[in-house]
């Protein structure tokens, strides 16, 4: 979908600025290698990135490493039937840890439905050569160039019109979410993807569940400690859209300040840096802590009247403080919707309603937490049939 003029004029000049930073990468290429076995499998080939073996759709030609993280190694690759480069993310020994492969069936199921310029393609998932037994999972993304966290933390100048730019990206690509229901439960600037030319995609949808009122209690394992909503810190069992608004808060106030708003040791310490800013709250803005002992805490903590987010950031425009202040709500039904905030004035110059198109698809991400490895493995193993009925056509007992 190509933006609309006012949009994509506004920003011709801002578009073509390359950041003066280091983009994912390495000077360590991928080297090729001969199969574990001795053998090789028809239609694959082998190589070694960052001393791990990948095992390839023959199709793929891997450049470099690019990313290292808990669950595996990404490295950018030549698709050479398209001539398009790609990033493909190896979750390695996928079924060692139920918790972990049940974030990769939760994203296979997901991107499936999605498509929308700022939400990350995945564009293929490679069927492995053992169906009952196989243990690594090869995912073929967009290929981006690097991630706002190392934008933030680098010395590239950011102006407003950055700002502005990939805020109203990451509120597009999260309205758009939010139509199917979907909550992300873990935006921060890691899981937002950029381009040098400044566009951004949302990525990372392990954590992703849709806002149905089932299985929404909170874990220590969803939405990293710095953007989490303080409903989810709290432990609040019923929560809504409202938390991803809350990141987004805290993603923008990070692009104002180039450092982390609240960035909290730990629970307790996160809540009491954000009333530290915020002020203390009135008996109305806590009455959704459904909690007594947590709503005790709030109470306890000594009395401050906050920081003006205008002092924090004497940069920022003043529409910009605006809608600052209104996602970053304590009280979750006060805080500004994507909606509302897509149509605020800091956003007015570049937003249309007539962008948006809603998910033509239900989404369920409704999965059994107890199921077994073999059953999780069948499931993944049919999401992966999705993307290569040649495997059906060629063998009717593979679905």
Known sequence: ????????????????????????????????????????????????????????????????????????????????????????????????????????????KLLRHLQHENVIALKDVMVPMQRASFKDVYLVYDLMDTDLHQIIKSSQSLSNDHCQYFLFQLLRGLKYLHSANILHRDLKPGNLLINANCDLKICDFGLARTNNGKDQFMTEYVVTRWYRAPELLLCCENYGTSIDVWSVGCIFAELLGRKPIFPGTECLNQLKLIINILGSQTEDAIEFIDNQKARNYIKS??????????????????????????????????????????????????????????????????????????????????????YHPEVVVGNPQAN
């Open 301 to 386: 903590l000594p009395f401050t009247s906050g920081t003006s987010f205008s002092d924090v950031y004497p940069q920022a425009q003043p529409s910009a403080i605006d809608l600052l202040e209104k996602m970053l709500v304590f009280d979750p039904a006060k805080r500004i919707s994507v909606d509302e905030a897509l149509h605020h004035p800091y956003m007015s110059s570049l937003y249309s309603s007539d962008m948006d198109s809603p998910v033509e698809v239900p989404v369920d991400l409704e999965i059994d937490e107890e199921l077994g490895e073999d059953v999780i493995r069948q499931m993944i193993w049919e999401e992966m049939l999705h």
């Open 1 to 108: 979908m190509l933006m609309p003029t006012k949009c994509s004029t506004k920003f011709q000049r801002l578009k073509k600025i390359e950041f003066r930073i280091h983009l994912f990468g390495c000077r360590k290429m991928a080297t090729p290698v001969e199969p574990p076995s001795g053998s090789r499998s028809e239609g694959k080939h082998y190589y070694s990135v960052w001393q791990s073996l990948f095992e390839l759709d023959t199709k793929y030609v891997p450049i470099k490493p690019i990313g290292r993280g808990a669950y595996g190694i990404v490295c950018s690759s030549l698709n050479r039937e398209t001539n398009e480069k790609v990033a493909i993310k190896k979750i390695h020994n996928t079924f060692d840890n139920r918790t972990d492969a049940l974030r990769t069936l939760r994203e296979l």
